[in-house]
């Protein structure tokens, strides 16, 4: 939910699915990888812990930076850092809305304006539901 939610609050278009899955695979979901019908775990022990944290946090950072193939046609080139574009934090916070706690918005509004919107996908407020 984290990497399909944060692909659709940044309105980041998906045009190559393979980096996608290979995201849900570092977070050990994988798409049609659970051999079982009830699904994958939906519960804390199974997702907030200290890896599965800094993979939310890492790929948080690469979308809101354009440093990810997921809006690339498979096989282009990757831009160079002065050709991807970031993620723009304030319409974030508009897409978001009143998930993010006034106490959270004030702390990522404080931050560089280049860390924001890194700062809203990586928050506790978006990765809680």
Not at 25 to 50: D, H, I, R, V
Not at 59 to 83: D, F, K, M, Q, Y
């Amino acid at each position: 939910q984290f990497v399909v939610s944060a692909l659709r609050a940044g309105d980041i278009p998906v045009r190559n699915a393979k980096p996608v899955n290979g995201e849900l695979g570092q977070f050990g979901m994988p798409l049609y990888g659970w051999l079982t019908p009830e699904g994958y775990k939906y519960s804390q022990a199974a997702w907030l812990n200290p890896g599965a944290l800094l993979r939310r946090i890492n790929l948080a950072g690469n979308l809101a930076s354009g440093r990810t193939p997921i809006a690339r046609v498979e096989g282009a080139p990757a831009p160079s850092n002065t050709e991807a574009p970031p993620l723009d934090a304030a319409a974030l916070l508009r897409t978001l809305g009143p998930a993010i706690t006034p106490a959270t918005a004030a702390q990522i509004n404080a931050a560089p304006e280049n860390q924001r919107a890194g700062l809203i996908l990586g928050s506790p407020d978006f990765m809680k539901r």
